[in-house]
């Protein structure tokens, strides 16, 4: 039997990658994390639900997260937080509100998440990929395992995508690439990675493209395509769908210097595949409501990052560089709602998912949560929903 306390320890003093080892959903033994912290607190439900083996998550906080089951062994990995871009303060706000860790330990967690190494959600997957040959026995393709569920169109789409993302502009008009390109940013700026999936299927099995030449090297012909398309994926698409525009300029560069390491024609097209998904994936998660201005989405972001502390409507409006009026008349006008109310409402969804998913006490969720004191935040509780804190406590319990 694999000692999983050697292999979680050597895991990450080679890829400095934070990995954790269940049983019966109980962690064993960890490496990478700061002492005490809670552990894949909002993500380990997800993953442990997934079908497939290995499965990897994408969190609000953008972080990559994994599992690996060990059949044989009877427990699972759980791998991240890995991050594309630099992290930034509001990222590690996101992180602390997300796990329940109080502000006190942010220099702790800053400390932690800076030192996570990068990873594009390409390599991440190859990661699993590697531990699941190592530990089960098995080799995966990762377009087939981690693309699309019906194997008969597959490998088709894999190897023929690059030959029409993004071709020669001299052979527009002929092939109709330019339409094609427009779908495609199309699809990246609303966010749907299952849209994109099958947009990619249809066109690329129905329309018969002809590749431009870029370069004499088979190779450099096809990085050369991929950096001309993620380029564009990400100026045209990603930033347009309401991506932050530094972590989108980061993610191209995170994507140039992997496919520049790429050795085979194969690997070049997987990452392009695996490329589109991920910005699609990425835009869903900071696409804008419907109906919402980015000012006042700019708001809410900063409400929802900033839960745990003392939140006014002056620093709401600076956040955005406007007056309190202006901030709280087009606030109220977009949304329906005060910025106190909103504030409230999205306290009182953190507080439901703290008492699912955590065993944090009343008072240690009021003080979380900065309510006045546990009364009030009981009050306020049943006002909203109906039912007390502890109700709906119980409650979740017997559901889960």
Avoid: W
Avoid at 301 to 319: C, W
């Amino acid at each position: 039997m694999l000692d999983f306390y050697a292999f979680c320890r050597y895991f990450y003093a080679s890829r400095y990658l934070p990995i954790a080892y269940y049983e019966n959903d109980t962690c064993i033994y960890s490496e990478g994390f700061p002492k005490d912290i809670p552990m894949y607190q909002n993500v380990q439900r997800v993953l442990t639900s997934a079908p497939q083996n290995p499965a990897a998550y994408t969190a609000a906080d953008t972080g990559l997260y994994g599992i690996l089951r060990i059949p044989e062994a009877g427990g699972y990995f759980l791998l991240g937080p890995a991050y594309s871009g630099n992290i930034s303060k509001d990222l590690i706000l996101t992180y602390m509100a997300d796990n329940a860790i109080p502000r006190s330990r942010e220099q702790e967690i800053t400390q932690f998440l800076y030192a996570v190494p990068h990873y594009s959600y390409n390599r991440f997957l190859n990661v699993l990929l590697f531990l699941h040959l190592i530990l089960n026995g098995e080799e995966l393709n990762i377009t087939e395992h981690f693309g699309v569920s019906d194997l008969s169109y597959e490998k088709e789409m894999a190897a023929r995508l690059t030959k029409y993302s993004y071709l020669a502009r001299e052979e527009q008009q002929q092939h109709g690439t330019y339409f094609f390109e427009r779908r495609l940013l199309e699809y990246v700026k609303q966010g749907d990675p299952d849209q994109m999936r099958k947009f990619l299927l249809d066109t690329v099995m129905e329309i018969p493209l002809t590749e431009g030449k870029l370069a004499d090297d088979p190779l450099r012909q096809a990085k050369n395509l991929f950096l001309g398309t993620v380029t564009m994926v990400g100026k045209d698409g990603a930033i347009p769908g309401g991506m932050d525009i530094e972590q989108t300029y980061q993610l191209i560069d995170t994507y140039i210097q992997e496919c520049e390491r790429l050795q085979s024609i194969d690997e070049v097209k997987n990452l392009q595949f695996n490329m589109l998904i991920d910005f699609t994936s990425r835009v869903a998660q900071a696409q804008l409501p419907e109906g919402i201005s980015e000012e006042v989405f700019s708001c809410m972001q900063y409400i929802a990052t900033h839960l745990t502390e003392t939140i006014t409507v002056p620093e709401v409006a600076a956040h955005i560089g406007k007056s309190r009026a202006y901030t709280a008349a087009k606030f109220k006008a977009e949304t329906g709602k005060n910025v106190g109310q909103y504030i409230t409402e999205c306290r009182m969804r953190e507080a439901k998912s703290l008492l699912r998913y955590t065993d944090m006490s009343l008072a240690e969720i009021s003080d979380y949560l900065h309510f006045a004191n546990q009364p009030y935040f009981q009050n306020s509780f049943k006002k909203f929903f109906g039912i007390t804190p502890i109700q709906y406590r119980n409650t979740s319990i017997a559901y889960l």
